[in-house]
């Protein structure tokens, strides 16, 4: 049985009060809300803090509150459980919701929240071992060795971001307002958060920082969709998540594209030569299947998750064109 290491407890009443015990305890300090991927890391030594600070207490994390502009602020501590039944949720942008109730089990999703998944560790099959296994192989990368096991020459961890509402928040344009006792407050865009290329720093987001909400704004006359690879529908990560949003004009014209892709590198991955193939034409077959087509580009697939590499590259076409089919 895997036990986890000692660590002291903290459960703070309010943002500014978390945000100064991380200020005080350093990198030794470490967020827990559900708990649901940081206590089975803890378990496995890949994460051992010093001191957890608890969101569960913490006053104004929670809620689902659509703003007058259309906007929707969420907040972090929020479960997936309450956002994936939220009937207006479902009905304005179908694309979390469906993102959101792919995510593990009911039971887990009624622990989980939304601020960990959009901050959620990434993940390798040599990292998500336990200690004894990680320690027989000299350990990795991310995880106090000094070899990515998954591209041994590689300088750079390529543990991948296994998060479904990740690309979905990209997609959508969303933000994160961060606070820090010795900053106060900022906001960054879901671009900057994840604008990464190493697995072992996969957040734009530093160790004094608690998130205190999520931003999604207006969506207008656009329509998006998730969806998601993986061998069992009712339990697993991602091994290839994908999000289109599309908004087109009263002639039927694409005017703006999102395809985001997921679990196939160390962050989500926008496909720029897609969404160009759709804008300014109508979303029919041609256009669809030149997005298809041009979608793998962004794709860097390695063997560090199920399925083989080659099969998850052929898979982004077909998974990006049923949902541009789908908005279609």
């Known amino acids: 049985m895997m036990r986890l290491p000692p660590f002291a407890y903290r459960a703070p009443a309010t943002a500014p009060e978390v945000a100064r015990i991380l200020a005080g305890e350093g990198p030794d300090a470490h967020i827990v809300a559900g708990g649901t991927d940081l206590y ?138 961060l606070l820090s006792a010795a900053g106060g407050e900022r906001v960054v865009s879901a671009k900057d958060l994840y604008d990464v290329t190493d697995g072992r720093e996969w957040l734009g987001k530093r160790p004094d920082e608690v998130m205190t909400a999520i931003t999604i704004p207006p969506q207008g006359a656009s329509r998006s969709v998730y969806l998601k690879l993986r061998r069992r529908d009712s339990f697993d990560f991602p091994v290839l998540g994908v999000c289109a949003r599309v908004t087109r004009d009263a002639s039927g014209a694409v005017t703006d594209a999102r395809i985001v892709l997921n679990a196939v590198g160390p962050a989500p991955l926008r496909c720029p030569d897609a969404e160009r193939a759709l804008v300014g034409r109508p979303l029919d077959d041609a256009s669809i299947a030149d997005a298809a087509r041009l979608a793998p580009a962004a794709a860097k697939p390695l063997d560090n998750t199920d399925f083989m590499p080659s099969y998850r590259k052929r898979m982004v076409p077909v998974f990006v064109g049923r949902a541009l089919i789908a908005i279609a």
Not at 136 to 153: F, N, R, V
Not at 162 to 172: G, H, K, N
């Open 40 to 177: 089975p890391n803890m378990k496995r030594r890949q994460r051992e803090p010093r001191t957890v600070v608890s969101l569960r207490n913490v006053r104004g994390l929670r809620g689902i509150d659509w703003q007058p502009d259309g906007s929707l602020r969420l907040g972090p501590a929020e479960t997936l459980r309450r956002i994936e039944r939220d009937a207006t949720v479902v009905e304005r942008l179908p694309a979390l919701a469906q993102a959101v109730l792919s995510i593990s089990t009911p039971l887990l999703r009624n622990m989980g929240t939304i601020g960990g998944n959009a901050c959620l560790d990434t993940r390798c099959n040599y990292l998500n071992q336990n200690f004894e296994w990680r320690k027989a192989i000299h350990h990795c990368l991310k995880c106090g060795g000094d070899t990515c096991w998954t591209a041994p020459g590689s300088e750079k961890c390529w543990a991948v971001n296994s998060s479904d509402s990740v690309p979905v928040l990209l997609a959508m344009d969303a933000t994160f307002t």
